[in-house]
């Protein structure tokens, strides 16, 4: 009953800031609740792991968000016993490797793709792209021992990426490393990931952004662009085919994203008259109790 009470009480301050200042209140309660969750675990774990200055550093973080996942330290103590002897040719070191590589991938695939169907059998249309926020609702112990194991995941796996990311950065900016740029860069970069996570409401908005831009970078800009980088003293006729592959690219990434744009736009249209419902509903509903209170 008293859970009953919290829950009643959170939606109705997330319906009165939504009704009293629109979206930018509904933003505000949310970035509020947000900051209250993840500031501790951003200020404590997330960007002193991202600051550090060598990756190597963070082999521990890698390996603890790893160990979450039973499959996945099953694979790597295999991989680590199976060191190459003296007498063993590297061919079969490197089969034993990718088949453990390989039942790796599989088994992690296995799990998306029952974690997927059992969600849908559940939840049916209303899944969501992030299958958590379904499990949420879910008065389950099992259910929160999940999200905090993926929280923690989370937590310990993104300095991995966001290394990767800021060096990255750092290359295409500035043409020499300084060290001074490290904070600076890792304060953009995990700032940005937050901001875009209390504007962005569905997961699946940021995939398919992500998808439409790296999908034809890799496949088309960036290899385009590397020949021409390392082919600058080579005549025109012998670059146009690179030139060629980057525009192509840069027109079919263009027109990904503004596909991708669209369907975003049209599907928040779609649901702005069920919101604007919604919000009728409430100031009704809020009015019928405030005649009651005061006849």
């Not at 521990?60 to 199976?82: K, R």
């Not at 994203?257 to 509903?285: C, I, K, T």
Request: aromatic fraction near 8%; glycine fraction near 8%; charge should be positive.
């Amino acid at each position: 009953m008293c859970k009953e009470h919290v829950h009643r009480k959170r939606e109705d301050r997330e319906d009165l800031a939504r009704v009293g200042l629109g979206r930018p209140g509904w933003l505000a309660y949310h970035g509020c609740a947000f900051v209250n969750s993840l500031a501790p675990a951003s200020r404590l774990v997330i960007f002193p792991l991202a600051s550090l200055r060598d990756i190597s550093s963070l082999r521990f973080a890698s390996g603890a968000a790893i160990a979450i996942y039973t499959i996945f330290v099953l694979a790597l103590l295999c991989l680590w016993a199976e060191g190459p002897p003296p007498q063993q040719p590297p061919s079969a070191f490197q089969s034993s490797v990718a088949g453990y590589v390989c039942a790796a991938f599989a088994a992690a695939g296995s799990l998306y793709v029952l974690t997927g169907v059992a969600a849908y059998c559940h939840f049916g249309e209303d899944v969501r792209g992030n299958v958590l926020l379904n499990l949420a609702a879910l008065p389950s112990p099992a259910i929160r021992a999940v999200r905090l194991a993926f929280a923690t995941s989370i937590c310990l796996t993104y300095p991995c990426l966001h290394f990767a990311a800021r060096c990255s950065l750092d290359q295409l900016l500035f043409r020499e490393r300084r060290a001074s740029r490290r904070i600076p860069l890792t304060l953009a970069i995990v700032g940005s990931s937050l901001l875009l996570a209390l504007v962005v409401e569905r997961v699946e908005v940021v995939f398919g952004f992500t998808g439409a831009a790296a999908s034809t970078a890799l496949s088309f800009g960036l290899p385009a662009a590397i020949d021409l980088r390392l082919g600058r003293a080579a005549a025109l006729r012998e670059r146009a085919g690179s030139w060629a592959l980057l525009l192509v690219g840069s027109g079919l990434g263009a027109v990904s994203l503004a596909n991708h744009a669209r369907d975003v736009y049209l599907e928040a249209s779609a649901a702005a008259p069920v919101v604007e419902w919604q919000r009728q509903l409430v100031e009704l509903g809020k009015n019928a109790n405030m005649s009651r209170r005061h006849p």
